[in-house]
T-cell receptor, first 114, second 110 residues
């Protein structure tokens, strides 16, 4: 089956602009999580959506937001971009089975803020 | 607060030698522990999880609640094991937020 896809793969934005990233989960997966990966901070959890509801949220400012659609596709938005927002943004989808789950990661969107 | 510590940023091991990647965690409840691996130019993927008690590609990891550790081991390293390894924790069942360690880059020396 098709894996998690993320668009766009690369993005260059200017400080102060806003950006929207998209994630399409594996078919049948209802949970979508977003992570930010940077050399300095590593992998940090942004938020998780399940059935169009935000179920978990990490410690990021309100400039970072997301949503999930009825087909489980998800978007994350970053407003008023700062230089420090430059990172690889990973999306992961999962489905619980037998008391456990596995998160399948997408290839990521590389965001560069100049 | 939950935390995952991987003390080694870099680890080099000769081919055929045993491998141990260390992972310690801090969490007061019953965590679910995972090892993820990222090979060069590939996406992050699950290697194994403690609940399955499985061996994948010769790797095993045992959850030691007394020492709050989940070290990854392989008796005989292979060149294709060279990759970035991340230990991750999920706070409780039903919560799919992963807290990752900073990762260990494993290099297998031929």
């Amino acid at each position: 089956k098709a894996g998690v896809t993320q668009t766009p793969r690369y993005l260059i934005k200017t400080r102060g602009q806003q950006v929207t990233l998209s994630c399409s989960p594996i078919s049948g997966h209802r949970s979508v999580s977003w992570y930010q990966q940077t050399p300095g901070q590593g992998l940090q959890f942004l938020f998780e959506y399940f059935s169009e509801t935000q179920r978990n949220k990490g410690n990021f400012p309100g400039r970072f937001s997301g949503r999930q659609f009825s087909n489980s596709r998800s978007e994350m938005n970053v407003s008023t971009l700062e230089l420090g927002d430059s990172a690889l943004y990973l999306c992961a989808s999962s489905r619980r089975q037998g008391g456990s789950y596995e998160q399948y990661f997408g290839p990521g969107t590389r965001l560069t803020v100049t | 607060a939950q935390r995952v510590t991987q003390p080694e940023k870099l680890l080099s091991v000769f081919k055929g030698a045993p491998v141990e990647l260390k992972c310690n965690y801090s969490y007061s409840g019953s965590p679910e522990l995972f090892w993820y691996v990222q090979y060069s130019r590939q996406r992050l993927q699950l290697l194994l999880r403690h609940i399955s008690r499985e061996s994948i590609k010769g790797f095993t990891a045992d959850l030691n609640k007394g020492e709050t550790s989940f070290h990854l081991k392989k008796p005989f390293a292979q060149e294709e094991d060279s990759a970035m390894y991340y230990c991750a924790l999920s706070s409780n069942f039903g919560n799919e937020k992963l807290t990752f360690g900073t990762g260990t880059r494993l290099t297998i020396i031929p």
